[in-house]
Nanobody, 125 residues
Framework: RLVESGEDSAQPGGSLRLTCEVS?????????MGWIRQAPGKERQVIAR???????EYDVSVKGRFTISQNRGKDRLYLQMNDLKPEDTASYYC????????????????????WGQGIRVVVGS
């Protein structure tokens, strides 16, 4: 089970941090966790993912601005979002494949079998 939380609005140039609480079984050394967002009228987009090895990858639209991380126990997944832009406005979903490492390209949303309920983030008025 995945549950997202965090502040959900900011001004352009500001920062937000999303947290995902991860519960249930998953492979300590074989999982892939990530964040997917979907803006109104747009396709879903994998923006960041982290492998059980600790390797992280980002979509070009957020690279250098967003950082994905896990706590030591790997039951918390974070997304630090800096230098926010109006185009970052979207619903953000925490996702996991509990038993496979990250494979394929960062854009592969089909890898993830479990999704959180999502949190809507608004940048700007």
């Amino acid at each position: 089970r995945l549950v997202e939380s965090g502040e959900d609005s900011a001004q352009p140039g500001g920062s937000l941090r999303l947290t995902c609480e991860v519960s249930g079984s998953f492979g300590t050394f074989t999982h892939c966790m990530g964040w997917i967002r979907q803006a109104p009228g747009k396709e879903r987009q994998v923006i960041a993912r982290v492998d059980s090895s600790g390797t992280s990858e980002y979509d070009v639209s957020v690279k250098g601005r967003f950082t994905i991380s896990q706590n030591r126990g790997k039951d918390r997944l974070y997304l630090q979002m800096n230098d926010l832009k109006p185009e970052d406005t979207a619903s953000y979903y925490c996702v996991i494949n509990a038993w496979r490492r990250c494979t394929g390209g960062v854009s592969d949303s089909g890898l993830f079998s479990t999704w959180g309920q999502g949190i809507r983030v608004v940048v700007g008025s």
